[in-house]
């Protein structure tokens, strides 16, 4: 399509067929030799960027590729409660961030790290002697999604009902079924009004009373502002790390001998980013054009909703030696799982936390594992599994 092909006559990809739920990597590395932008007609029409270098000058230009309208496709927040600090542009970005960030330094994280530690074997106890599980349900959204309560300081059994919100919001939306959208956020937001007024009356040391008190150009942050922040720690903190582990779980249950040099070599920081690489939980997250603008070839017009597709990205062989190979002692590794620019991932470091924890409990105790049934999975626009059966030696608990 040259540049002047007017927009609506191509529909090159379409990211909610069966094929792309079943292989989005393998569907991801035809567009992008085939059809590096290209446009699909879903969720209203939107375009996609498959280059790891298409991807990374986007980010670079925040005057045309903003955040502020949606940094989802399709959009899964509100407009009345947008996702900050993500769903911002500067200059704002920046003040918004800097209220949330020091509950991600690493210094602040490894005070998690035992507790952490802790309710994955616990989790694992609760199933080790049957000798099989759904890897998914009993571990891997279990403990992202209860280091997610921990940072808000609610009780650790929050974390199913943060994910029951995170299921129903991405589902609806995927279908176009706001009334389901709106509904679960109204359930959301309740509770994020009540918590807002019991951080006020006692404040803790957590990210909410953090957002409560904090201020924004020399005011403090509407009821909107805090609910937005608050959906999105619930729903892209816990559902991304979740599908990077059960990636690597799946990995492991398919490739012993990988699962076994990880094992007897450990998971040393050069591994671990290789499978943050390799297993990316994210296809893409979205910006808006605020004018027309020409990538690889094709004229994007103003007022579009372009997919970044950062796990197209992290496999491009323009950058990455057999990208589609695990490779452990890979370095330099660029990949975009945890995007780039000025949006890079707040919770990058937790989620590292997370995957190594998870990985190396699972070597330890439940190694070797296999699959012991169908897999399901993760909702557009992420890759991963909300289903994950898996089969092992039945082993002993901890506790006892």
């Known amino acids: 399509m040259s540049a002047s092909e007017p927009i609506g006559l191509t529909d090159d990809w379409d990211p909610m067929t069966p094929e792309n739920y079943v292989d989005p990597v393998g569907v991801n590395g035809t567009l992008r030799r085939d059809c590096p932008v290209a446009h699909s007609s879903q969720f209203g029409g939107f375009w996609a960027l498959f280059k790891r270098a298409d991807i990374v000058a986007a980010t670079k230009q925040t005057d045309t590729f903003v955040s502020s309208p949606a940094i989802t496709v399709p959009p899964f927040s509100v407009a009345d409660a947008p996702w900050i600090p993500l769903q911002s542009d500067p200059p704002q970005h920046r003040q918004y961030r800097r209220i949330i960030n020091p509950f991600f330094f690493a210094s602040r994280l490894e005070g998690f790290e035992p507790e952490l530690r802790r309710l994955t074997n616990d989790f694992i106890d609760e199933f080790i002697e049957q000798g099989e599980a759904d890897l998914v349900a009993e571990l891997t959204l279990r403990l992202p999604a209860t280091a997610i309560s921990l940072l808000l300081g609610l ?87 979740s599908n990077a582990i059960s990636n690597a779980l ?49 004229c994007i ?24 190979e695990f ?37 330890e105790r439940l190694h070797p594992i296999e ?27 901890r506790s006892e």
């Open 301 to 324: 017009p103003g007022g579009s909703l372009v997919a970044l597709m950062f796990g197209s990205g992290s496999r491009d062989a323009d950058e990455f030696a057999q990208p589609d």
């Open 155 to 241: 009780p650790l059994e929050s974390w199913k009902m943060l994910h029951d919100w995170t299921v129903a919001i991405i589902g609806a939306g995927n279908r176009g079924d706001f009334e389901t959208v709106g509904r679960t956020y109204g359930e959301m937001f309740a509770f994020a009004d009540q918590l807002m007024e019991a951080r006020r009356q006692k404040p803790g040391e957590d990210v909410m009373t953090a957002l409560v008190t904090g201020e924004v150009e020399g005011r403090p942050l509407t009821q909107a502002e805090i609910r937005g922040a608050f959906a999105l720690l619930i729903i892209a903190g816990h559902e991304t790390t």
């Open 327 to 363: 490779v452990p002692e890979r370095s330099p590794n660029p990949h975009l799982t945890f995007g780039s620019g000025q949006h890079r991932c707040l919770g990058e470091q937790l989620a590292r936390m997370e995957i190594r924890i998870v990985l190396e409990t699972v070597l």
């Open 250 to 298: 799946y990995l492991f249950a398919t490739d012993h001998s990988t699962a076994e040099r990880l094992r007897t070599g450990g998971i040393d920081d050069t591994a671990l980013e290789e499978i943050v690489r390799y297993c990316n939980p994210v296809q893409g997250m979205g910006r808006t054009t605020t004018r027309d603008v020409e990538v690889g070839g094709r």
């Open 371 to 397: 699959l012991a049934g169908d897999t399901k999975p993760a909702l557009w626009p992420s890759i991963g599994y909300h289903g994950l059966p898996v089969r092992f030696a039945p082993g002993t608990r």
